[in-house]
């Protein structure tokens, strides 16, 4: 007798739909209906790439040298902008050769470092809410995730205390994220020496995933974890050229840190991925080069949006302050809504795209975000629209 069987692997059923994609597809239904929709959805700078980084693009692409399969491990010279980087910026100092690993942006790290590090059954330690890949990735490993819950009450940090015993001696990864996507929250330097001692004292692996150090606002400069003692002995960092230099579409990013461990990445991806294409490393090495005039402005840019949209949203009855750090907005919905009912409702009335808090988490719920990442007039035009919202 035949036997009829799934097309799609366990593990995938295991996974909720990717947030952005679903609200992709919500989002092209309401265009091809005929609503303009602006769309603050995702955080995608709108912001073009700095012109003297596509530049470069545009030489090396031309250059057959670049053509060819690149090394696994990446451009020793970007490597060393990387390190070099580190070095201005924070003021640490890592081995360009052993400490850092390109990766095809930072996702391409997030999601296979339990791979590497993790085996069935072990714990991964992920905010909530939180970007989903931590929790997906750890899935995808056979890990168990487990919940360190982001509120309010706490600041947006998790209560180390509050994870028990057991749990903590089963983990083997801590993920953390700071500045925060999706609550817009910093971390400060006394929270980051609790949690290296927390993970030395158990053994695990500090996972800090800063792709938004560079976006802050005010004079605020977040912190590397590198910049806490003992930091690389428990620890990786996870960088991005995605927000700092508006790069998304180019994916380029990397893995650094405690050279064990950045050698476990290394190998998996031989097996997964064939390198980065020169021509966008080559691009990377100019854009860390090339100093911070043109993140700084960009920053400007988003800290304008910041006070539009605080103030819109006061005058509509939120108490919010704009943000210290990244391009989100992290806010109540209204009493009388859940956090998909609100965002729904905003889309369906007067056309903005926000997204729903619970996408990140159960701990999510009750709260949406939005990010500043439109063009000034199309910001100025939700915002006149929210104006017009009934809640
Ligand atoms: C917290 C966080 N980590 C990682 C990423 C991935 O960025 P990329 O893969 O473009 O470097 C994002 C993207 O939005 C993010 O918000």
């Not at 060393?80 to 081995?95: C, E, H, K, P, S």
């Not at 926000?354 to 990010?371: C, H, K, M, N, Q």
Request: glycine share 8%; hydrophobic share 40%; net charge negative.
């Amino acid at each position: 007798m035949k036997t009829t069987k799934s097309a799609g692997a366990k593990r995938l059923g295991l996974i909720p739909p990717y947030l952005f994609a679903e609200i992709d597809r919500r989002v092209q239904e309401k265009k091809r209906a005929g609503v303009d929709v602006i769309s603050l959805g995702i955080g995608d700078p709108d912001l073009p790439t700095p012109k003297r980084i596509v530049s470069v693009l545009q030489e090396a692409a031309a250059d057959p040298e670049n053509h060819r399969y690149a090394s696994y491990f990446g451009l020793a010279e970007l490597r060393g902008a990387i390190a070099n980087w580190y070095q201005d910026r924070f003021g640490v100092t890592l081995d360009p050769a052993t400490e850092v690993l390109p990766t095809l942006g930072s996702k391409d790290g997030i999601s296979h470092v339990p791979l590497a590090l993790v085996d069935p059954g072990d714990v991964v330690l992920a905010p909530d809410p939180g970007y989903t890949v931590y929790v997906t990735g750890a899935l995808m490993a056979g890990a168990e995730p487990y919940t360190m819950p982001l509120t309010v009450e706490n600041s947006w940090l998790p209560d180390l205390e509050a994870i028990p015993d057991d749990v903590a001696q089963r983990a083997r990864l801590m993920w953390l994220n700071y500045p925060n996507n999706p609550t817009a929250a910093i971390a400060e330097r006394e929270f980051l020496i609790r949690a290296v001692d927390f993970c030395r004292e158990h053994s695990i692996v500090l996972c800090h995933d800063a792709p938004y150090s560079e976006i802050a606002f005010d004079g605020y400069r977040p912190l590397s974890l590198f910049e806490i003692p003992g930091a690389t002995d428990v620890g990786l960092e996870f960088h991005s050229l995605s927000k700092t230099f508006n790069m998304t579409g180019w994916r380029l990013g990397w893995v650094c840190g405690r050279a064990d461990l950045v050698a476990l990445i290394g190998q998996l991806k031989t097996n997964i991925d064939s390198g980065i294409f020169q021509a966008v490393q080559w691009a990377g090495v100019e854009a860390l080069n090339g100093g911070e005039e043109e993140t700084r402005t960009a920053c400007d840019t988003y800290a304008r949006r910041h006070r539009l949209v605080a103030g819109t949203l006061n005058k509509l009855g939120w108490h919010i302050k704009p943000p210290r750090a990244t391009f989100y907005v992290w806010a109540p919905v209204p009493p009388g809504y859940d956090s998909i009912a609100f965002a729904s409702h905003v889309l369906d009335e007067v056309g903005v795209n926000i997204t729903p808090g619970v996408g990140f988490g159960a701990y999510g719920e009750g709260y949406f975000r939005l990010s500043v990442t439109a063009p000034d007039a199309r910001l100025a035009e939700a915002m006149s629209r929210m104006e017009n919202l009934s809640i």
